[in-house]
């Protein structure tokens, strides 16, 4: 769903939104590999390593939100 979001921001939106999706979605990546290698290896660094990743990509997600979130409709 990452790359799916990524892809389809780059061929909507340009600029920040896009740029923003695809760090995230590289987060997200990494933070499955850093999952697989902390089941592998037992490693708490790997651990650490995924849930900041995840944070990260979190991160960028609500800043999209945000930056899609427009102005408020009056009352």
Do not use: K
Not at 22 to 30: D, L, R, S
């Amino acid at each position: 769903m990452a790359m799916v979001l990524a892809v389809r921001a780059v061929t909507l939106r340009g600029g920040w939104v896009a740029a923003l999706s695809v760090v995230a979605a590289a987060m997200v990546i990494g933070a499955g590999f850093n999952g697989a290698s902390f089941l592998d290896f037992r490693r708490p660094i790997s651990s650490l390593l995924m849930a900041l990743l995840a944070l990260g990509s979190l991160s960028c997600y609500f800043l999209c939100a945000h930056l899609l979130g427009g102005e408020p409709s009056p009352g």
